[in-house]
């Protein structure tokens, strides 16, 4: 029987002159591995290609539970919301690009996550809409750690055991984060020899733990804590992490000449 229901594409592929094999994140159904026979035939059932990053209905079957292929067909597809701001904003591109390999990467075939799903459409909306893209980034990446069951212990040491909330040392006293062991490290101890770790501030535990709203500078920290910790879980780096950095670093020498010849009190990313 033919499934019917909404869809991100998350990938596109060439499979022939003719078709595209894309990945689909369903909110029912999770990612799926679609054969679009003819779509890049001019006048294929289709209408038009399928595009990176758009949203829409998908009419599709999966393979049968003894085939060998584990392809399944999409038969029609009409695409619902256009966000035309990612070809024409970098960063914003960047951003959607990242979230994208984020969902892909950190979720399973045919293992169905309906809040990250929704996490995702989301954050396409508020990037059309105008909405500062790092801060809505990082707000996806809370949602999807937490969806996922990903979100990192930053309450105890994980070398020591200890406790390492703001009773136990100086709040104004950042923590290390080391990659590797998935958690944080209190400031009694060390990373072993070549250990990777990154500083992370206590604003960045409360913005998972309480889940407070992020200022500026709190979102680019968060982002590039994520996607540091996402390519340890992975162990690979992600193919988007060096576009989105390039981006965030043009957006914020375009920010700091903006602002001259008065001070800055946060940016606006
Ligand atoms: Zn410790």
């Given amino acids: 029987m033919p ?39 001019p006048k294929s059932r289709f209408g038009g290609s399928i595009d990176l990053l758009s ?110 909330g703001p009773g136990e040392f100086p709040a104004a006293r950042g923590l290390l984060f080391a990659g590797p062991r998935s958690g944080v490290l209190c400031p009694r101890c060390q990373p072993g020899p070549g250990e990777s770790t990154v500083a992370i501030s206590r604003n960045l535990q409360q913005f998972f733990i309480e889940n407070t709203q992020i200022t500026g500078r709190l979102a680019l920290e968060f982002v590039r804590w994520l996607v540091y910790y996402v390519q340890h879980q992975i162990g690979r780096e992600l193919n988007s992490a060096a576009t989105l950095e390039r981006a965030i670093a043009a957006a914020l020498i375009a920010h700091a000449r903006s602002a001259q010849p008065t001070d800055s009190h946060d940016n606006d990313k």
């Avoid at 994140?25 to 054969?35: C, D, I, K, V």
């Avoid at 003894?66 to 904003?89: F, H, I, K």
């Avoid at 707000?139 to 930053?154: M, Q, V």
């Fill in 55 to 164: 949203v829409g209905q998908a009419v599709y079957s999966l393979p049968r539970e003894n085939s060998v292929s584990t392809m399944g067909l999409l038969m029609s597809w009409d695409q619902t919301e256009a966000y035309p701001c990612l070809r024409t904003d970098l960063l914003r591109h960047a951003v959607a690009l990242t979230a994208a390999e984020l969902l892909a990467r950190l979720t399973e075939e045919l293992d169905p996550h309906p809040a990250s799903f929704d996490a995702m459409i989301r954050l396409l909306r508020e990037l059309q809409g105008g909405e500062p893209p790092v801060r809505r980034l990082a707000e996806f990446g809370r949602a999807l750690l937490t969806d996922i069951g990903l979100t990192p212990d930053f309450q105890t040491c994980a070398h020591c055991g200890q406790p390492t």
């Fill in 3 to 41: 499934i019917s229901e909404l869809a991100i594409c998350l990938r596109r592929s060439d499979y022939s002159e003719t078709s595209l094999v894309v990945r689909m994140m369903t909110r029912e159904h999770g990612q799926a591995s679609l054969m679009a026979k003819g779509v890049k035939r």
